[in-house]
């Protein structure tokens, strides 16, 4: 068996695993590169040099353990934190989420204003004899046909065109048609403006239509402003993400970009009391709402633990039963639980004669996401428990009781003490899980009741995690720069008490 | 007798009436998978109809692919729950057992990334893969492999905190027999390690199955086409309408498809428990 | 390093470099539509496109389709870059958001195309002035008296309510008006409006009135007087949602109820008469305001970075927006079609022919500049469902609450005006 691990057949193996998933890798990198990925290409790079590095050097034993785990963490976990941080140091929300090169091409290609009348004409797109493209333009109503480029306009008598039946010109002198399948390949040509009239051009708006277009909008890139050619008006960069209006800075141009507003977002926070207000409501909640959870479940599933730990008849079977809820999918759980707090037809009114609306008051909204959460989170802790339990040497307690101390005292004064210490990185984890518990909160309530009329985005049950979805990706404008800088600052908040709480209950001492 | 009554009678109320709490829910979606009218109504506790309807719309609607969903669910969580964990417990190992530099910190960093609010990376995560789906749609944005990275990376970093809170709970003597015996941290690992920490590597990775079988957030976002999906997506889609919510369906599906991990977690409870403490150094 | 590492770490690497260079990365497939959808219209579409793969030469077209209406507008939010689809089809709800961003790109209709709809419908797909999609189908609901239990057309809000109040206990009425699909705040506009809420108001000329709101204090008494009883309690005519409105209005325990243009089929199967009407206003003649508004297909900014804007274009408007394509795609979809032409078809039921009457007679355009404003705090969809919670089930009062609502959707209306 040690020969299996130390010997030549492990290293060729470990070789051969190495060199395919270099393989893999290093195509991908390729990949990347090409489609001009190059931050996910740098990144597949490192991740070659790292794991060829560690595993064919004796650098670091540690490293051996730690890459695999590393790079997925640097790529899924750290990335998408780095990147929410960035944002929330953006005005980045509904209106502003392009990059400012793509959101001025959009401005200039809505800039391209239809004619009065909405002109549109019957066209057939090809080419001139010395390859340009052109379109066959046939004003039906006048009779009158032309041929366009983008460069000249020549009129073509009636009687030299042919026609389809529908009276479209197909064909005219000086004028070759390409096929709909040789123009599919390609949109090159509908880039084109045809010459129309004086500052008019037809634009391609289908594949035998052309429509009557004035480019109203123009980009001039060394003064970096926008020019209205038809009013004059001009549209200067505002530093927030818009082109505004030079005179009237309310009036913006849309779509806007993503500016950088540095701590924008983090002043909001402090000074916007519509922000401020809600956030510190909602923080509340989810500390309360969180503390709660894992003190419910924690104390039930103890309890049970407790119960169920000496071997009473059908312990077997309650304890088949009581893990089902952990064993459900918990999406199917939570639906089925919101269809039972339903106020007319609901299980919970029913089964209790009541006629409560659970999900329209603040405090029966409360109580039934931490009811739901009980159900969903004690058999979690009773399995914890009851191994925990086992394991925890019996003699101490023999020992207590033989020295008179009764059963209440044993496990307050040793088992719970003990239990605590051995299940306290747990207990952290279910409580910053619960933090972030988005599903049940997004599931069960979405976060409600919500007082509307009064304007309120904050409902009663949500907490900080959906409070920042409903900004984020909610119904009304998403702010996405608020919600990060939101997101940091939970981030912030929890940190330092988790923080505070694990070097004052000395858990990470035995890290060290 | 009374002394059986006063040790233990209170067990048994107790855990009869834990275990009404628990099934209460569940005997609502049989009854409701049972029932014709597609929604979610108590009307009696008693059922008043037993009919198959919405379990034979699952299997013959030639619309719903629901043995699809049923596999591609998992597929992806078994491959996760087994990745999760052999990547993670190298790492937890080395987190519990090894000493070097910048464990304490790489310990402390660990537990906070997990304070960070995730649902605003879902944007980032997506804005990654979609951008990994223009070079690479073989595991970008939209495919089954794309997600199960998503998921691997997403779970790292739980399952080492995870992991490592059982593995600490492993009496450390026999690995540092073996080290004073010459073994290399490798070979300890790999002789002594895992196939003492097999139960709670069992454990974890059954945990980590049955998230990633419960997730639809992501999935809904990630699997768009129609054989592709999860069953929590797939099933989602019969409540989650913009006009109209079928509870039938999507009650007899969610029995179904809960009845692969309740076999499992039922089959494996001993084991689970035993594995959550895995304090099996003393045999 | 040694020199054995070393010679391994080259082996690695040539081999990984040999897979690479066999391997050249597969270029976008060119002149392919990509079509969004939910998970109600994708398959509807896939059918439609699969039995027509030619509508435009030289291109094809692929649809997915969501698996929720939620996960379709979600996905639509998310995507950056060009990962999106060419086109999406859906209500209309995200025009203004979406066009904001500037995710969307505008489509020209000819004088000719447009004269083929309703002019209103346009504004289901206007931003700033600009038509982003072209209308596909009608969207809206429309009430039906349950003829087992009322035998007349009630005239006014009144008549539903006496009766409701005359027959609750005898006939074991659960309710009296409910709304069994479309939502409390889409589908249930008639119910506010019937009683004098209304989001805006147009003009006799199909023009939003954007100065007028509506008087919250009328409204309110109104409320008092048809839904409250003497305590201010909830008389039970009209519940504060519609969780359950379909099975009791099946069961025969609701005589009024709105059905949606794409539900009807059910109801007409169960043997109930498709009597549509609009909800009936306090005063004979009037009604209840109800969205007629038109699920659209819209064309985004990627079809013109994927090459295929012309053929998008085409799609939309030689297709999606013609009467042949609607009456080809209403075939399985089975809405009432956009396109005069394609509703004056015989395939057109006559339930869907009464259905559509009901709008015209009491249906307002669906404003998104408008409904999806929150400048008031909160913007319509959230907010009219709000005021029959606070009113109904918390208890609060009705003109208080209700003249808040007035505020609130006076002051979106004048805000959203600018993204007309």
């Known amino acids: ?376 989170g004690f058999p979690y802790f009773y399995l914890i428990c009851s191994g925990s339990l086992q394991a925890i040497p019996t003699e101490l307690q023999e020992a207590a009781a033989i020295d008179g101390a009764n059963p209440r005292q044993i496990f307050r004064k040793i088992t719970l003490p003990l239990l605590l210490q051995i299940l306290s990185p747990l207990l952290i984890a279910s409580f910053a899980f619960n933090f972030n518990n988005f599903n049940l909160i997004y599931l069960l309530t979405g976060g409600g009741p919500r007082e509307t009329l009064d304007g309120q985005i904050a409902g009663a049950t949500d907490i900080l995690i959906s409070y920042t979805y409903q900004i984020a990706f909610g119904n009304n404008t998403q702010d996405f720069g608020l919600a990060s800088a939101i997101s940091v600052l939970i981030f912030v908040l929890v940190a330092s008490i988790s923080l505070y709480g694990l070097k004052k209950s000395k858990v990470m001492e035995t890290f060290g | 007798m009374n002394n059986w009554v006063r040790e233990n009678l209170w067990r048994h109320v107790l855990a009869i009436a834990v275990c009404l709490f628990s099934l209460f829910p569940l005997y609502l979606v049989v009854l409701s998978s049972l029932s014709t009218n597609g929604s979610l109504h108590l009307t009696s506790f008693v059922p008043t109809e037993f009919s198959l309807k919405n379990f034979r719309f699952l299997f013959n609607s030639p619309k719903i692919p629901f043995m699809h969903w049923v596999q591609n669910s998992l597929v992806i969580a078994s491959t996760v729950a087994i990745c999760s964990v052999v990547i993670g417990a190298a790492s937890a190992f080395a987190f519990s057992r090894l000493k070097f530099k910048g464990k304490k910190f790489g310990i402390q960093l660990l537990l906070l990334v997990q304070m960070f609010p995730a649902i605003l990376a879902l944007s980032a995560v997506y804005v990654i893969m979609e951008r990994v789906y223009r070079f690479a749609p073989q595991i970008g944005l939209g495919s089954q492999a794309g997600l199960v990275l998503v998921y691997l990376g997403g779970s790292m970093g739980v399952n080492i905190w995870l992991l490592k809170g059982f593995v600490d709970s492993i009496p450390a003597e026999l690995d540092e027999a073996a080290k004073i015996d010459g073994a290399s941290a490798v070979q300890t690992y790999w002789l002594i390690f895992v196939p003492l920490a097999a139960p709670v590597l069992a454990v974890v990775s059954l945990l980590s199955f049955i998230g990633t079988f419960n997730e639809f957030i992501l999935a809904r976002l990630f699997l768009v086409e129609m054989d592709g999906r999860t069953v929590a997506v797939g099933l989602q889609q019969f409540i989650g309408g913009q006009y109209s919510q079928n509870w039938g369906p999507f009650a007899a599906g969610s029995i179904l498809a809960s009845i692969p991990i309740v076999v499992i977690f039922l089959s494996l409870q001993k084991y689970i428990v035993n594995g959550l403490t895995a304090g099996s150094v003393k045999g | 390093m040694n020199r054995k590492r070393l010679g391994l770490f080259g082996v690695i690497a040539s081999a990984a470099l040999a897979i690479t260079a066999t391997v050249v990365p597969a270029a976008h497939a060119a002149s392919e539509i990509l079509i969004w959808a939910d998970e109600t219209r994708g398959p509807h579409l896939t059918t439609l496109f699969a039995a027509n793969p030619n509508v435009i030469p030289g291109s094809t077209i692929k649809v997915v389709s969501f698996s929720s209406y939620d996960a379709l507008g979600d996905a639509l939010d998310k995507y950056t870059g060009s990962a999106g689809p060419d086109i999406f089809i859906g209500g209309n709800d995200w025009v203004t958001k979406l066009a904001k961003s500037g995710k969307l790109a505008p489509v020209t209709l000819t004088a000719s195309q447009k004269s083929k709809f309703a002019a209103t419908n346009f504004f289901d797909l206007t931003y700033k002035k600009k038509i982003y999609g072209v209308p596909v189908d009608i969207n809206n609901v429309a009430m039906v008296y349950n003829t087992k239990l009322v035998t007349t057309a009630p005239k006014t809000y009144g008549d539903m309510v006496d009766f409701y109040k005359a027959n609750k206990v005898s006939k074991g009425l659960k309710a009296g008006l409910c709304f069994t699909g479309g939502g409390m705040a889409w589908g249930g506009l008639s119910g506010l409006s019937a009683l004098g809420a209304d989001p805006y108001f147009m003009r006799a000329k199909g023009v939003p009135d954007v100065y007028k709101g509506f008087n919250g204090t009328t409204f309110g008494n109104n409320v008092k007087k048809y839904l409250l009883d003497a305590n201010g309690k909830s008389n039970g005519f009209f519940p504060a949602t519609d969780t359950g409105c379909a099975d009791n209005f099946k069961a025969g325990l609701v005589p009024y109820a709105t059905l949606g243009n794409w539900e009807w089929k059910k109801y007409a199967d169960l043997g109930f008469t498709m009597n549509f009407m609009p909800v009936p206003g306090v005063v004979a003649g009037t009604y209840g305001h109800m969205f007629g508004s038109v699920n659209g297909a819209f064309l985004t900014t990627n079809a013109e970075k994927h090459g295929v804007a012309v053929a998008a274009k085409s799609l939309l408007t030689g297709y999606f927006a013609s009467a042949a394509g609607q009456i080809a795609y209403e075939a399985i979809e089975l809405r009432p079609p956009a396109n005069l032409d394609a509703q004056a078809s015989a395939s057109v039921s006559e339930a869907q022919k009464n259905m559509a009457n009901a709008a015209t007679l009491a249906g307002i355009p669906q404003i998104g500049a408008f409904l999806g404003s929150n400048a008031g705090g909160a913007n319509y969809w959230d907010s009219s469902g709000g005021y029959w919670t606070a009113v109904l089930v918390q208890g609060k009062d009705a003109v208080v609450e209700g003249k808040k609502l007035a505020a609130m959707w006076k002051k979106n209306v004048a805000v959203g005006k600018a993204d007309l």
């Not at chain 1, 929330?88 to 004619?115: C, F, M, R, W």
């Not at chain 1, 009239?197 to 970096?224: H, P, R, W």
């Open chain 1, 1 to 376: 068996m040690s020969g299996f691990v130390r010997g030549n057949f492990a290293f060729m193996g470990k070789v051969a695993l190495l060199a395919i998933v270099t393989a893999i890798l290093a195509l991908l990198t390729e990949h990347a590169f090409v489609q001009k990925e190059y931050a996910i290409g740098s990144f597949l790079l490192f991740a070659i040099l790292a794991l060829n590095f560690t595993y064919l050097t004796k650098f670091s034993i540690p490293l051996k353990f730690f890459v695999p785990g590393i790079l997925f963490f640097i790529a899924f976990v750290i990335a998408p934190i780095i990147f929410t941080l960035s944002m929330s140091t953006y005005h980045y929300q509904t209106g502003n989420i392009l990059g400012k090169v793509e959101a001025t091409e959009q401005v200039v290609t809505l800039g391209a204003e239809p004619d009065a009348n909405g002109t549109t004409f019957d066209i057939n797109v090809g080419e001139t004899p010395s390859g340009d493209f052109a379109i066959l333009v046939s004003d039906i109503a006048n009779n009158k046909f032309f041929i366009s480029t983008k460069d000249a306009r020549t009129e073509v008598p009636a009687s030299s065109v042919t026609l389809d039946e529908n009276g479209v010109a197909t064909a005219a002198p000086g004028f070759t048609l390409i096929s709909a399948e040789t123009l599919s390949k390609s949109d090159d040509y509908s880039r084109i403006h045809y010459k129309y009239q004086d500052k008019f051009y037809i634009g391609i708006e289908g594949q035998n239509v052309g429509a009557v277009f004035q480019q109203s909008l123009t980009y001039d890139k060394a003064a970096g402003v926008i020019k209205n050619v038809v009013t004059g008006d001009t549209y200067k960069d505002n530093g927030r993400g818009n082109w505004a209006k030079v005179g009237a800075p309310d009036e913006m141009l849309t779509p806007g970009w993503r500016a950088p507003i540095w701590f924008e977002n983090y002043t909001k926070l402090v000074s916007d009391e519509k922000v401020r207000t809600p956030l510190i409501k909602v923080f509340i909640w989810t500390v309360v709402f969180a503390g709660m959870s894992v003190l419910t479940t924690f104390a039930l599933g103890l309890l049970l633990a407790m119960a169920l730990n000496r071997k009473i008849r059908g312990r077997r079977i309650y304890r088949s039963i009581l893990i089902l809820p952990y064993a459900m999918p918990s999406v199917m759980s939570i639906l089925i639980w919101a269809g039972m707090f339903d106020t007319e037809f609901g299980a919970i009114n029913n089964l209790l004669h009541t006629h409560i609306a659970w999900f329209t008051d603040a405090n029966f909204a409360r109580g039934a996401v931490l009811l739901v959460n009980l159900w969903l």
